[in-house]
């Protein structure tokens, strides 16, 4: 049973517009989260996290929004780039736990 | 480039065989993880060294095992291959132990076929 659902496999968005990346989760023992970004070929990248006291951080074009209540994390990036067409994964760690826990992934294609 | 260095890159063998991954941690991490990435799966957590020691196990194999070794490098060891093992093994390695906001970064794995 997945405990982190990234339910659209794909998403398609217009240069210049916002992407939104979608993750839910099901346990909520869980207090960190995280998104990373996979350009093919390669390992995935660390992109931005928040810890389960906050429901909001920024940094630069990415913010991730956190909502408790309905266990869904979300990954807005504004204004896209074509350079951000990637998988995009999420990642959850349970309170005192060491591992992290990854959705299938979402790849985002940003259309010129 | 994350720091985490991997080799080989690509590994083709066939069933029945055993391999070696090997991985080296950035500079001043002290944890190493591995993740296994199959077809259209997640990456799936295997294990995880501290320090030498081990410190968390994930959905790791029998087949499969791991060391880390005092220069803080690490092995994967997995035997008696088979076809389902086909697939993309990450190492992923931190500063601390794992815990709070300790952030893993990830190499760029090895492309294992078992033929």
């Known amino acids: 049973d997945q405990q982190v659902k990234q339910n659209s496999p794909s998403l398609s968005v217009q240069e210049g517009r916002i992407s939104i990346l979608n993750c839910d989760y099901t346990n909520s023992m869980f207090d960190y989260f995280l998104w990373y970004k996979k350009y093919p070929a390669e390992g995935p990248t660390f992109l931005i996290s928040?810890?389960?006291?906050?429901d909001k951080n920024e940094d630069g074009r990415f913010t991730v929004f956190l909502n408790k209540s309905a266990k869904h994390l979300s990954l807005h990036i504004v204004p896209s780039q074509p350079g951000d067409s990637a998988v995009y994964f999420c990642a959850v760690r349970g309170a005192g736990s060491y591992q992290l826990t990854f959705g299938k992934g979402t790849k985002l294609s940003v259309i010129p | 480039d994350s720091g985490v260095t991997q080799t080989p890159k690509h590994l083709i063998t066939a069933t029945g065989q055993r391999v070696t991954l090997r991985c080296s941690p950035r500079?001043?991490?002290?944890?190493v993880y591995w993740y296994q990435q199959s077809l259209d799966q997640g990456l799936q957590f295997l294990i995880q060294?501290?320090?030498?020691?081990?410190?968390a196990k994930g959905n790791i194999l029998e087949r499969f095992s791991a060391q880390q070794f005092p220069d803080l490098h690490s092995e994967l060891n997995l035997s008696s291959l088979e076809l389902g093992d086909s697939a993309l093994y990450f190492c992923?390695?931190?500063?601390?132990?794992?815990?709070?906001?300790?952030?893993?970064?990830f190499g760029p794995g090895t492309r294992l076929t078992v033929l």
């Open positions: 928040i810890s389960s006291i906050k």
């Open positions: 992923a390695s931190s500063v601390a132990g794992g815990k709070n906001t300790d952030t893993q970064y």
């Open positions: 500079s001043g991490d002290l944890s």
């Open positions: 060294y501290y320090n030498g020691e081990e410190r």
